[in-house]
């Protein structure tokens, strides 16, 4: 029997590399014949693992974190039917059943089958469902046929599979939250956030042809990195007000759409930058955004919030301008980004070189044993995707 190694979170601020249970085509008591067993080639750190291993989450000790996941197919349950061993596959965050009728409508991030706590499920993450997360060296995925982006060409998947490893979350995220703002041709946008999401969310701007994308962030390394492909960038660290640094780059103080990267963890502007305001994001785009204008938020808000700063923000209760959004007739669009909507056109996009999302994120390939330092650095803001690559498949 094969062995298998996966990342725990321990505590707050620890995760190690753990040997685990090699999969079995089932979960619990259940059996899952309609899901297959992957060999891990890539296996990303997402900041959504990130909050969870911050202690900000009622995560348990011993959790096998990770949610982006890329492998090659090494067994299928008998139901399986068009997923074949030897297939090399995109995994969408989201587990999605295909047979409910949320799934039946392209809303796959709130399938209501797979989690008994609430519509959604993901894999190695708190309160979605049970599934055991695939940052490892292998994984079962049920639903395999519904499930997986087979990709057509395994040689030249893997010449870019840096680009295609970011196909299961952070790059279709992006993307949605860029879709669900209204970017469009010659849209000027504002992206909160030059993390991992935002940056992708900016770089889909671009592909989505905006005329101007600004992105803000606190930490100089990533500002630097949004403008290396050629995004205007505002350090929120200024007292300024973000409304008169916006004036300074196009002429007017707000954009026609903006697009929350950043999440429930947010800190203040100016000279309030080192304290914790988990609002303060939603309420600076809604006052930077024109009248009529659209607001995406693939940013992570949480129901359960531990480590938050205020009784009401525990429970994810935040002090939002509402009535702001309403007056100006704001569109706004939360919630999971449902992956199968664009996974395919996206991998598309990278095979004939439309874009190249690991040079926009900075991707940096690490091995599995390397994951604490991934999870450290990113932790204190390194301008990088960390890709974890279990079995040192992929050529760096």
Request: proline fraction near 4%.
């Amino acid at each position: 029997m094969c062995k298998n190694h996966g990342v725990a979170y321990v505590k707050p601020g620890v995760v190690e590399v753990r040997e685990i249970e090699y999969p079995k085509l089932a979960l619990g008591n259940r059996k899952c014949e309609h899901g297959v067993i992957l060999k891990i080639v890539s296996t990303n750190i997402c900041g959504s693992d990130q909050h969870m291993v911050r202690g900000r989450t009622t995560a348990p000790e011993g959790l096998i974190l990770g949610h982006e996941i890329t492998g090659l197919v090494i067994e299928a349950g008998k139901d399986v039917e068009f997923i074949k061993i030897g297939d090399l596959v995109s995994v969408p965050f989201n587990i999605a059943c295909g047979r409910c009728r949320n799934c039946k409508v392209g809303q796959t991030g709130i399938c209501l089958n797979v989690n008994p706590a609430w519509p959604g499920a993901a894999y190695g993450y708190v309160e979605m469902g049970g599934w055991v997360g695939g940052q490892a060296e292998y994984v079962m995925v049920p639903y395999a046929d519904f499930n997986v982006l087979k990709f057509p060409d395994s040689d030249h998947a893997m010449a870019k599979i840096k680009d295609l490893a970011l196909l299961s979350d952070i790059f279709p995220t992006g993307f949605h939250g860029a879709v669900t703002a209204g970017v469009g041709p010659g849209s000027i946008v504002y992206v909160a956030g030059a993390g991992p999401v935002g940056l992708a969310c900016a770089a889909s701007c671009h592909l989505l042809g905006a005329a101007v994308v600004i992105v803000g962030d606190m930490i100089d390394e990533r500002l630097q990195q949004a403008k290396s492909f050629g995004c205007e960038v505002i350090d929120l660290k200024k007292d300024a007000s973000l409304a008169d640094q916006i004036a300074e780059i196009i002429g007017l103080p707000e954009v026609d759409c903006a697009v929350d990267c950043v999440g429930f963890e947010a800190k203040g502007h100016g000279a309030d930058s080192g304290k914790e305001q988990p609002a303060t994001v939603l309420n600076s785009i809604m006052d930077i955004t024109r009248a009529g204008g659209q607001l995406g938020v693939p940013g992570l808000y949480v129901t359960g919030d531990p480590g938050a700063v205020d009784e009401a923000a525990k429970k994810g209760s935040l002090g939002i301008r509402i009535g702001l959004g309403w007056a100006k007739s704001h569109y706004i669009h939360t919630g999971q980004c449902p992956v199968m909507k664009y996974h395919r056109q996206l991998m598309n996009a990278i095979l004939y070189d439309k874009v190249k999302i690991a040079d926009s994120v900075n991707v940096e390939v690490i091995s599995l044993n390397d994951a604490a330092r991934g999870y450290h650095d990113f932790d204190r803001g390194a301008a990088k995707k960390f890709v974890i690559d279990p079995h040192g498949m992929i050529k760096v």
